[in-house]
């Protein structure tokens, strides 16, 4: 079982930046991806960014693509998500999942979730 600790969400005006952590721990952490999703209200979840933690390859949403960068730090077994020109739109709840298989953008392929920090970007 992993366990996924979400932090540093919070309220910023457009244009502003914020870094979210998401810290795993569990019995036995074998992970083979690490990412980060995000749901408004009304809307379903969608993908933002993955890592893959053998190689540090990144993948990420059209829609944030040259804003957001996400990294990880193997010995503390966290994951970041710096989110630079922040937008309304990028208003939501953001989620950390992990899984030990698969990278995928199908939320339902995660095995792991974090319970989610709010992102709230005032215009």
């Known amino acids: 079982q992993v366990q996924l600790v979400e932090s540093g969400g919070g309220l910023v005006q457009a244009g502003g930046s914020l870094r979210l952590s998401c810290a795993a721990s569990?019995?036995?952490?074998?992970?083979?991806?690490m990412g980060w999703f995000r749901q408004a209200p009304g809307k379903e979840r969608e993908f933002v960014a993955a890592i893959r933690w053998s190689d540090g390859a990144a993948y990420y949403a059209d829609s944030v693509k040259g804003r957001f960068t996400i990294s990880r730090d193997n010995a503390k077994k966290t994951v970041y998500l710096q989110m630079n020109s922040l937008a309304p739109e990028d208003t939501a709840v953001y989620y950390c999942a992990a899984d030990n298989r698969v990278l995928s953008s199908n939320s339902n392929s995660w095995a792991y979730w974090g319970q989610g920090t709010q992102v709230t970007v005032s215009s």
């Open positions: 569990g019995y036995a952490f074998i992970t083979y991806a």
